[in-house]
């Protein structure tokens, strides 16, 4: 049977997508050839990679506004480099809200001052900082938006006169902002848009040659930009899968229609954790994520039993991260309701026979 997917990442995908990926997989467009053999520099592939790169700016409503999309590697990890190698000049400021954070701070220190304008690494990152006082002279800002490991999500974004960077990766395309206030977000694609493979970057272009020094081809966001994404072989097929979520998304409503959707899932959920004795939440609730719910058990004793129940409801994917232990639902864009449902009648369940 298929699994209720609430893994963190790779996540789950919407089945329709799946269907037309592995037809793909066997025979793209009727060309007798496989997506996965095509030649990148083909005008199929060409129509592929121009069309996820306008449903980007299409579904954040960025369209003429001075943006570019792009497709890259090396996942958001390396855009942890990519943004300070491009970026920093004298000094940036970040928020750290949890791991990849700190990730992204570590690398920006190989190339200027980087100022923590405030963490919540004194509650083991259970929260959103709130109330903190941004510098002036600041050559970008950095947050977060979604803490998958911790469960928090930003609520009310940072407001500063500075480029306002953000990491986006866990759940961009879930909800409804005003995405002209961010000069760069990028998004590894595996958690709300496609296989792991590719990472979306959206950058307004005139934060961009503002920096002294010499940056290498290859890092370089110039470069993507003047070579629509085509510099060197893109990962084909990840961008081509991030291009069907993207239709399905739009097909769908856009992030308004998955926005409510999203919030009646993580609604049920959360009433579910905060009604059931036997459950606690993690994360502060006023900061709580609507894509990933992280919480644990009052009794450990109830471990065994709980973990043999949703997993023979054909759950998956629910452990929490080492670092928080417990449990972590994801509920990305495509989980279903009724998988949440699932999860929900399992806790029932167990209430009832403890």
Request: proline share 3%; with cysteine.
């Amino acid at each position: 049977m298929k699994k209720h997917n609430f893994s963190a990442g790779p996540c789950i995908l919407p089945q329709e997508v799946f269907k037309e990926a592995s037809q793909a997989v066997l025979d793209f467009n009727n060309s007798g050839l496989s997506i996965l053999e095509i030649s990148h520099r083909s005008k199929d592939f060409v129509d592929v990679m121009e069309e996820a790169r306008s449903l980007a700016l299409e579904l954040l409503g960025l369209e003429g506004k001075g943006y570019k999309a792009l497709f890259l590697q090396g996942g958001a990890s390396t855009q942890f480099l990519m943004t300070a190698y491009n970026l920093l000049q004298t000094k940036a400021g970040y928020l750290n809200t949890g791991t990849w954070s700190d990730k992204a701070i570590k690398e920006a220190k190989f190339f200027g001052e980087v100022v923590e304008i405030a963490s919540s690494k004194d509650r083991n990152f259970n929260y959103i900082p709130k109330g903190y006082n941004i510098p002036k002279d600041l050559d970008y800002l950095h947050c977060t938006s979604n803490n998958t490991i911790f469960g928090t999500q930003i609520k009310k974004f940072p407001i500063t006169d500075a480029p306002l960077i953000c990491d986006m990766s866990s759940d961009i395309f879930s909800k409804q902002l005003d995405f002209s206030k961010f000069s760069l977000i990028y998004a590894g694609a595996q958690k709300n848009m496609g296989p792991a493979g590719t990472t979306l970057v959206v950058i307004k272009e005139d934060i961009l040659g503002n920096i002294e020094r010499k940056i290498p081809s290859m890092l370089d966001y110039q470069t993507h930009i003047s070579k629509a994404s085509m510099y060197n072989t893109p990962p084909v097929y990840p961008v081509y899968v991030s291009m069907l979520t993207l239709r399905w998304l739009k097909k769908l409503g856009g992030i308004s229609a998955i926005e409510e959707l999203n919030d009646k899932k993580a609604n049920l959920l959360y009433s579910e954790i905060d009604l059931n004795p036997l459950f606690k939440g993690f994360a502060a609730k006023e900061d709580r994520s609507n894509m990933n719910a992280t919480f644990t058990l009052a009794n450990e004793d109830l471990k065994e039993t709980f973990d043999a129940m949703w997993t023979e409801a054909g759950i998956n994917g629910l452990n929490g991260h080492r670092s928080v232990g417990g449990y972590r639902a994801s509920m990305y864009n495509a989980l279903s309701m009724e998988s949440v449902a699932v999860l929900v009648d399992i806790m029932g369940d167990l209430e009832r026979k403890a």
